[in-house]
C-alpha cells in the first residue's frame, strides 16, 4: 500500500500564496507522475499540474503563471506553490500519485490519493 498525506492548506486574501505539500510512504519503487487536483463545490475533480519523473510539468490554462509545482524524489514529495491567488482557486486540493510499488509477490502498478487539503481565497 501507498500512503500520502498533504499539508499546506488554509484560509488565504485574494493575491496572497500557499504552498501545499503531498508526502508518499510504503514500499515505493518508483513514483511516474505526481500531481495535483481540486474539487470545488458541486463540481468535478479537475486537474491542476502534474510532473513526471523527468521534470517534465503541465499546468491548468487557468493556473499557469501563478502556479508552480515541484517535486523531491529523495522524500517522494510534491509541492504545488501557488501564488496571485483568487477567490475561484477556492477547492479541497487533492494530490494523486502514480507509479509502481513493491508487494509481497512482486512489483505492481499503484494509483493513490491524499485525503485532501482546503484552501480558501477571500475576496
Known amino acids: 500500500q501507498v500512503q500520502l498525506a498533504e499539508s499546506g492548506g488554509g484560509l488565504v486574501q485574494a493575491g496572497g500564496s500557499l504552498r501545499l505539500s503531498c508526502s508518499a510512504s510504503?514500499?515505493?519503487?518508483?513514483?511516474?507522475?505526481m500531481a495535483w487536483y481540486r474539487q470545488a463545490p458541486g463540481k468535478q475533480r479537475d486537474l491542476v499540474a502534474a510532473?513526471?519523473?523527468?521534470?517534465?510539468?503541465y499546468y491548468v490554462d487557468s493556473v499557469k503563471g501563478r502556479f508552480s509545482v515541484s517535486r523531491d524524489n529523495e522524500k517522494n514529495t510534491v509541492f504545488l506553490q501557488m501564488n496571485s491567488l483568487k477567490p475561484e482557486d477556492t477547492a479541497v486540493y487533492y494530490c494523486?500519485?502514480?507509479?509502481?510499488?513493491?508487494?509481497?509477490?512482486?512489483?505492481?502498478?499503484?494509483?493513490?490519493w491524499g485525503q485532501g487539503t482546503q484552501v480558501t481565497v477571500s475576496s
Open positions: 510504503g514500499t515505493i519503487f518508483s513514483i511516474n507522475t
Open positions: 494523486n500519485f502514480k507509479g509502481v510499488r513493491d508487494s509481497w509477490d512482486g512489483r505492481r502498478d499503484f494509483d493513490s
Open positions: 510532473i513526471d519523473s523527468g521534470g517534465n510539468t
